[in-house]
Every structure is written in structure tokens, then in C-alpha cells.
T-cell receptor, first 114, second 116 residues
Framework: EPEVTQTPSHQVTQMGQEVILRCVPI?????FYWYRQILGQKVEFLVSFYNNEISEKSEIFDDQFSVERPDGSNFTLKIRSTKLEDSAMYFC????????????FGPGTRLLVL | AQSVTQPDIHITVSEGASLELRCNYS??????LFWYVQSPGQGLQLLLKYFSGDTLVQGIKGFEAEFKRSQSSFNLRKPSVHWSDAAEYFC??????????????FGTGTRLQVTL
């Protein structure tokens, strides 16, 4: 069964450093998402992406964040200058063509900012 | 704005007992409702979803959920819990009317503990 993959599984970085989280969505999916889950809290929406542009973003997704689909398979989330409060599990998700389709989640990247 | 409330933070049941996890939602149009399960250190796995039609939906691992529009609820049930069901369960709502890339809004989750 096709699945969403994410790399790395864990990343430790220093405050102020740039990080790039990578995701490979399910092939032929068209809608892509990033969510995050701070330890012990609920999963929060960050951004959705369709047709090579952002469809919607949350208040969390400020100028420090960016997303890109650099080729036909990868979907990345970049945090330019990490803060301590960016420490969280970051989930990528993808969805197929139909509006009522399910979002399939990757296993997540655990980011720790020191 | 859409929102989801899971009033039970933590539930403990005995193996073999029945289970019901509560979920209430707020959404301005027809809601699309989901239950996901997260095992420790793992990602989110879809248990079941409701879009339209029959209000009782069946999912994987023997779970089912019932959509009750009048109560704005989508409670998850299982008749007989297994020790392997111990995990965190998230209810989520997403709209189909607000755009094709509509986001999911999650509840705070219910942590299920199963005693032997």
C-alpha cells in the first residue's frame, strides 16, 4: 500500500539555524499538507499546498516558514531561523484528487531545537 | 471557525470491555469527520471517516462511529477492546465546502489505556 514518507525521523538543531523537513507524498496525490504536534498537545494545521502554491496557512505559519515542491515527488517545509518553540513533531500529509478524499499522514519528523 | 472537542483526556478500560470515545464538533456546513489513532512515537492512522449517507460508519480494527447531526457528535465505539488498542485517539473535522484542499482540525485527543 502506498504511503507518505518523511525524512529525517529525528532532527536536533541549534536555535537560529535553518532546517528543512522532507516529505514524499503518495504519488498521484495533488494536495499536500504540513501539521505539527507540540509534545502533549493536539495536532495543528500549518499549511496546505495545491497546484504549486499555498492554498491556506495558519497563524503559526509565519515568514519563518516556507514550503516547496522542488520536483515531482518531494514536498519540503523549511524553517529559516528556528526557535525553541518550534520543537515539535511535524507531520506531512497528502490527499488524492477527490474533494472528499482522506488525508494520509507520514510518520513524522521530531524536531528538537536547543 | 471549525473546532473539535474531545472531553475525555484519558480513559482506562479493561480488555474485553466496550469502549466509547466522545467527540463533538462545530462546523458551519456539512462536516467531514474522521477518527485517527496514534500509537506512541508513530504517525496518524485513519480508523474511519464520515462524509455522507449512513450515519453509522465502520472502520478498521473493529471500530465504528455514529454521526449525530442533532448533537454535533461523532463518537467512536468498539464492542470489545484489545490490549493493542491502547493508543491516543484523535477526532478531526474537515470541510468539503470550503475548498478542495481543506484542512483538518483536530481535537486534543483521548489517551486510551487498556488493563489486562
Amino acid at each position: 500500500e502506498p504511503e507518505v514518507t518523511q525524512t529525517p525521523s529525528h532532527q536536533v538543531t541549534q536555535m537560529g539555524q535553518e532546517v528543512i523537513l522532507r516529505c514524499v507524498p503518495i504519488s498521484n496525490h495533488l494536495y499536500f499538507y504540513w501539521y505539527r504536534q507540540i509534545l502533549g498537545q493536539k495536532v495543528e494545521f500549518l499549511v496546505s499546498f495545491y497546484n504549486n502554491e499555498i492554498s491556506e496557512k495558519s497563524e503559526i505559519f509565519d515568514d519563518q516558514f516556507s514550503v516547496e515542491r522542488p520536483d515531482g515527488s518531494n514536498f519540503t517545509l523549511k524553517i529559516r531561523s528556528t526557535k525553541l518553540e518550534d520543537s515539535a513533531m511535524y507531520f506531512c500529509a497528502s490527499k488524492g484528487r477527490e474533494v472528499t478524499g482522506t488525508q494520509y499522514f507520514g510518520p513524522g519528523t521530531r524536531l528538537l531545537v536547543l | 471557525a471549525q473546532s473539535v472537542t474531545q472531553p475525555d483526556i484519558h480513559i482506562t478500560v479493561s480488555e474485553g470491555a466496550s469502549l466509547e470515545l466522545r467527540c463533538n464538533y462545530s462546523y458551519g456546513a456539512t462536516p467531514y469527520l474522521f477518527w485517527y489513532v496514534q500509537s506512541p512515537g508513530q504517525g496518524l492512522q485513519l480508523l474511519l471517516k464520515y462524509f455522507s449517507g449512513d450515519t453509522l460508519v465502520q472502520g478498521i480494527k473493529g471500530f465504528e462511529a455514529e454521526f449525530k447531526r442533532s448533537q454535533s457528535s461523532f463518537n467512536l465505539r468498539k464492542p470489545s477492546v484489545h490490549w493493542s488498542d491502547a493508543a491516543e485517539y484523535f477526532c478531526a473535522v474537515g470541510g468539503g465546502n470550503t475548498g478542495t484542499a481543506s484542512k483538518l482540525t483536530f481535537g486534543t485527543g483521548t489517551r486510551l489505556q487498556v488493563t489486562l
